[in-house]
């Protein structure tokens, strides 16, 4: 057998095909060729294989680095909001203070009130600063309370919503007065309100002034239900304006007296504020209700 | 050692009732946290600890409070007397009795405070029984809270401790 290949194929390596090449080497060659053909295309798959490959790794470490970027963009996104929001209350503060026409000290609240029948909150300014007994405490929204212990570094508030909290109020629209009384809970009372007074609810309620405590005019709440009985109003309840659970800093009056007229206009941005319209200082103007 | 425990109850009470209780149940905060930690060191610790941890937590909790300093001194006092008492006599350790512990301290709690008050002249209650009963609910659930986390932290780090001896 192994005789009569190796004779073939001597033969053929003699003979030549029609276009003048020797059979031998067509053969040859065309058997190579088809081998070269599929090495080359196993190769070629396998280099596109392993680039896709490495370029799935290069991706995945790529994605495990934008994903701590990510991560790290989101905590300073997150720092960046809370010091907005920060900023945004001081600027509230700051438009307060300038709107005001009495001498205040801005104060942070550093907690509430340890017993949950009293409702109090504690300030780091003191007398130190200038805080007294009876000062009136208020926030952009409106009025919170009143100082009722200085120490040296740190003063006690009694929030307007306390049991024992009241203040002299009048009715914005109609000028109908009465007493602001705290209940304990996050809502206040309308007493002693003349039986033929005009209100309505929504409607808005600010200090009289008739307390010498709260100055004239600072932001109480909205009368939120009327009760009527014999004639009489028996229960009207007013929300306050300022968020209590939410206060973070706060400006205390620490004078009483007009400073208007020994201050410039102030150019700050008039703010929904405390202030009802008639009491804003010059150069500065309430929020249209 | 107890003394100690105590005394890092009431602080600890203390602290998050002026930092943290502000801002549940809108500001108007319906958990006497001061009060559960009475009710605590007398259920576990007897009439005596609980009498002095009352007073004492009662006597800051007024201080820092725009209140007559002693009116809740005196109530904190005997309702951790009563508890301790009560603690002592019967067996209170399954969730129904704490739950019911709970309750009756914030209401007699609750009366004490308030009666002392009216007795006295000083202020008025106008109907102060859903703010009661609000309270009771937040003190029974926060108490039991207390107690799930206080009773299950020595096992919970003994299994960690063996855990680790059984890593190395």
């Given at each position: 057998m192994t005789v009569t290949v190796a004779h073939l194929v001597l033969i053929s390596a003699q003979v030549n095909t029609r276009r003048g090449v020797?059979?031998?080497?067509?053969?040859?060659?065309?058997?190579?060729?088809?081998?070269?053909?599929?090495?080359?295309?196993?190769?070629?798959?396998?280099?596109?294989?392993?680039?896709?490959?490495?370029?799935?790794?290069?991706?995945?470490?790529?994605?495990?680095?934008?994903?701590?970027?990510?991560?790290?963009?989101?905590?300073?996104?997150?720092?960046?909001?809370?010091?907005?929001?920060?900023?945004?209350?001081?600027?509230?503060?700051?438009?307060?203070?300038?709107?005001?026409?009495?001498?205040t000290t801005p104060a942070v609240v550093i907690a509430s009130g340890a017993s949950p029948d009293f409702r109090t909150m504690t300030l780091d300014k003191g007398s130190n600063q200038g805080l007294a007994t009876d000062m009136a405490v208020i926030a952009p929204a409106g009025i919170v309370g009143r100082v009722i212990l200085p120490t040296s570094r740190a003063a006690k508030v009694q929030l307007i919503i306390d049991r024992n909290a009241a203040a002299a109020g009048l009715v914005e629209r109609s000028r109908a007065q009465g007493v602001i009384v705290g209940t304990g809970s996050d809502r206040l009372r309308l007493d002693y309100v003349s039986g033929t007074a005009d209100l309505k609810v929504g409607d808005r309620v600010v200090t009289s002034g008739m307390d010498g405590i709260y100055p004239k005019g600072f932001v109480i709440g909205q009368i939120e239900s009327i009760e009527r009985s014999a004639g009489e109003f028996s229960n009207v309840v007013v929300v306050p304006a300022v968020n209590l659970s939410a206060l973070e800093t706060v400006l205390v009056v620490t004078s009483a007296t007009d400073m208007s007229s020994k201050e410039t206009p102030s150019k700050g941005t008039p703010s929904k504020g405390t202030l009802s319209s008639e009491t804003q200082k010059p150069g500065t103007a309430g929020t249209p209700e | 050692m107890r003394v100690a425990g105590v005394l890092i109850a009431i602080a600890l009470?203390?602290?998050?009732?002026?930092?943290?209780?502000?801002?549940?149940?809108?500001?108007?905060?319906?958990?006497?946290?001061?009060?559960?930690?009475?009710?605590?060191?007398?259920?576990?610790?007897?009439?005596?600890?609980?009498?002095?941890?009352?007073?004492?937590?009662?006597?800051?909790?007024?201080?820092?409070?725009?209140?007559?300093?002693?009116?809740?001194?005196?109530?904190?006092?005997?309702?951790?007397?009563?508890?301790?008492?009560?603690?002592?006599?019967?067996?209170?350790?399954?969730?129904?009795?704490?739950?019911?512990?709970?309750?009756?301290?914030?209401?007699?709690?609750?009366?004490?405070?308030?009666?002392?008050?009216?007795?006295?002249?000083?202020?008025?209650?106008?109907?102060?029984?859903?703010?009661?009963?609000?309270?009771?609910?937040?003190?029974?659930?926060?108490?039991?809270?207390?107690?799930?986390?206080?009773?299950?932290?020595?096992?919970?780090?003994?299994?960690?401790?063996?855990?680790?001896?059984?890593?190395?």
């Open positions: 020797p059979l031998l080497e067509v053969a040859i060659f065309g058997g190579v060729a088809e081998v070269q053909r599929v090495a080359s295309g196993a190769i070629g798959e396998t280099r596109t294989l392993w680039q896709d490959y490495a370029a799935l790794r290069q991706i995945s470490r790529e994605n495990d680095e934008l994903k701590q970027r990510l991560s790290q963009m989101e905590v300073a996104l997150q720092q960046e909001r809370a010091l907005a929001q920060q900023t945004r209350v001081l600027q509230q503060m700051l438009d307060l203070k300038a709107q005001t026409p009495f001498a | 009470s203390l602290a998050l009732q002026t930092t943290l209780a502000r801002f549940v149940v809108g500001g108007t905060a319906a958990i006497d946290l001061v009060l559960v930690a009475v009710v605590y060191v007398g259920l576990t610790s007897g009439a005596a600890s609980g009498l002095l941890a009352g007073s004492v937590a009662g006597l800051i909790q007024d201080a820092l409070s725009s209140g007559v300093i002693g009116i809740g001194g005196l109530a904190k006092s005997l309702v951790g007397f009563g508890v301790g008492a009560i603690g002592q006599q019967f067996i209170v350790t399954a969730t129904i009795p704490r739950l019911f512990v709970f309750l009756a301290a914030t209401v007699v709690h609750a009366l004490l405070f308030m009666g002392l008050y009216m007795v006295l002249g000083l202020r008025s209650f106008p109907s102060p029984w859903a703010a009661v009963a609000t309270q009771g609910l937040g003190n029974m659930v926060v108490g039991m809270v207390a107690f799930a986390t206080v009773e299950s932290l020595p096992g919970m780090l003994e299994r960690r401790r063996l855990g680790r001896r059984h890593r190395s």
